[in-house]
């Protein structure tokens, strides 16, 4: 039974419990129970009715399976559901976040339930304005058993060679899970050594099962603070039905994970999510996007006043129209690169721009190679340049660079995990 079809059946049972008491009462008590039952059916058939826009049943499919297959062709999620996703993603603690996107509950043998989250439940959970996997909500979960989880059919990820859908044959997502693939997904390429170090405790160039359990609950933000340790969590983490943990160091946790095999788990990772993301945008399969739809990707979420972003894209629509040259998959994810490197840019962008006259667009194409390790292409930066350009003088300024590039992190929740090094004053 999905979340909604469970609200939409207490609904039903408000609505008899309702009726029946009208038959008890006198008439002056009628009238109070015929609003209740009123009431309660409409609250069950307007949720029934929201269902329908998220979360529609595949033609053929079984009930029980109606969680799974999400966004049925044609549905599409509305924009009260993306805006309420947008401030959970961008305003709450990672838990909260976790517990509104996550769509499914582990029971144990003695019934002890574990909130977990579907693959495509993580994508949408990083991704503002989602649209393929958007969330429903805490506190009304598909309940599954262990049993159950081997049969459970997950809606699955797009892409090919998908490490979410290996992730997903494994098992499921746990809250340390998230928390690991969140700080994995923003710490920039240059410090992906960083991080490994943190999980290889005993210094011995390989990660095993038991230092990824301790640090991964370190790092897992709980109620009143992060996590603690003992062999209680220990035992639970190692047992649990991790999907990561399992396609990591296997089922029996006796393997273990080098700094390459680390390395690429960043890649793959970050891979598919930048091409879930361009997916968004390249609807017909093409391969490449507008320079206005790049644009709108930017300008997401950021806190710039909706003339003022109007503005920006006119001047990017006059030059580029839609049937302009567009901007391929490899020039999105350079540029996607830049932006999760977080204050590497700003740094960059500070360290050419001492004077604060701001930088050329050959000072800007250098800074976004340094920090992305990719050669940025001439049409991108130059559409970033005209995007950000205000006055047309051929400089931009941190002034305008700052609500776009630089905090454009923060919606997906990056800020709140990544990798933070200090080194006296400096601060990374």
């Known amino acids: ?95 909260m976040v976790f517990n509104h996107f996550a769509s499914l509950q582990m029971v144990d043998k003695t019934g002890i339930k574990t909130t977990m989250m579907s693959p495509l439940d993580f994508f949408g959970a990083i991704t503002p304005d989602c649209s393929i996997h958007p969330g429903a909500g805490s ?76 640090v991964s609950t370190k790092m897992s933000h709980k109620l009143g603070g992060f996590g603690t340790y003992t062999d209680v969590d220990q035992s639970a983490i190692l047992a649990s039905n991790s999907g990561l943990l399992n396609y990591l160091f296997g089922k029996d946790r006796s393997k273990c994970i080098s700094r390459d095999e680390f390395r690429m788990l960043h890649k793959n990772l970050l891979d598919e999510i930048i091409q879930l993301e361009f997916n968004e945008f390249d609807k017909e399969k093409t391969g490449s996007i507008s320079e206005g739809d790049f644009c709108r990707f930017l300008l997401n979420r950021t806190r710039i006043p909706p003339s003022q972003k109007a503005k920006m894209l006119k001047r990017v629509d006059n030059i580029w129209p839609k049937k302009a040259r567009g901007i391929s998959f490899p020039s999105f994810k350079n540029f996607f690169l830049v932006l999760a490197s977080g204050t590497e840019l700003e740094r960059g962008l500070f360290f050419l721009d001492v004077e604060n006259i701001g930088v050329d667009l050959e000072e800007f194409r250098k800074v976004a190679s340094w920090v992305s390790h990719n050669e940025l292409s001439p049409h991108t930066a130059e559409v970033v340049f005209v995007l950000l350009d205000d006055a047309g003088e051929g400089r931009i300024h941190k002034e305008s660079v700052g609500p776009v590039l630089f905090d454009w992190r923060k919606p997906r929740g990056y800020d709140k995990s990544s990798i933070h090094v200090q080194l006296g004053q400096l601060e990374i």
Request: proline letters at 2%; hydrophobic letters at 35%; aromatic letters at 10%.
């Open 139 to 214: 506190g009304v979960y598909e309940e599954i058993s262990d049993e159950k989880l081997k049969t459970l059919r997950l809606d699955k990820s797009p892409v090919e060679g998908s490490i979410l859908n290996e992730i997903g044959k494994n098992g499921l997502i746990s809250y340390a899970d998230y928390c690991f693939l969140l700080s994995l997904l923003s710490t920039p390429i240059r410090f992906v050594d960083t991080a490994f170090n943190l999980f290889d405790l005993t210094g011995d160039e390989k990660i095993n099962a038991k230092e990824f359990a301790y």
């Open 1 to 95: 039974m999905s979340r909604w079809q469970a609200v939409f059946k207490h609904g039903r049972a408000l609505s008899t419990r309702s009726t029946n008491k009208r038959a008890e009462q006198d008439n002056s008590g009628s009238m109070g129970a015929v609003v209740g039952c009123v009431s309660a059916a409409a609250l069950g058939y307007k949720l029934y009715s929201e269902k329908e826009k998220y979360l529609v049943q595949a033609k053929g499919a079984e009930v029980t399976q109606e969680k799974y297959l999400v966004q049925a062709k044609g549905a599409e999620v509305t924009y009260e559901q993306k805006s309420f996703d947008n401030r959970i993603r961008q305003y709450n603690t990672p838990d």
